[in-house]
């Protein structure tokens, strides 16, 4: 299962983006999938985690504005991402949870940019 984000972009202050990792290969329906974002300046942090039913875990500071979603049919996962703030600028990346509990295969990210 390989992922590929799309979708970034440029958005102000307060407004939504919502960047989309779509997947080849096969075995997805039962993958675990993962959102991560690396902040310009800090590593890589964890933001969710979408199982195989649609059900998703989340950071704690971004429940609530973050939403993950997933279509198993078209392969495809969502990040919807509301109310952003220019601390929320990053590379956004899709990976897929290994048999080992880890995230282990990654997209290249999407940038997804707040302005001010």
């Known amino acids: 299962v390989q992922p590929v984000e799309s979708g970034g972009g440029l958005v102000q202050a307060g407004g939504s983006l919502r960047p989309t990792c779509s997947v080849s290969?096969?075995?997805?329906?039962?993958?675990?999938m993962g959102w991560h974002r690396q902040i310009p300046g800090k590593e890589r942090e964890w933001v969710a985690t979408?199982?195989?039913?649609?059900?998703?875990d989340y950071e704690k500071s971004l429940k609530g504005r973050f939403i993950a979603s997933r279509d198993n049919g078209r392969m495809t996962l969502w990040l919807q991402m509301n109310n952003l703030q220019p601390e929320d600028t990053g590379m956004y990346f899709c990976?897929?949870?290994?048999?080992?509990?880890?995230?282990?295969?990654w997209g290249k990210g999407t940038q997804d940019t707040v302005s001010s």
């Open positions: 979408i199982y195989s039913g649609g059900s998703a």
């Open positions: 290969g096969s075995g997805f329906a039962m993958t675990v």
């Open positions: 990976s897929v949870m290994g048999r080992t509990g880890r995230f282990e295969s």
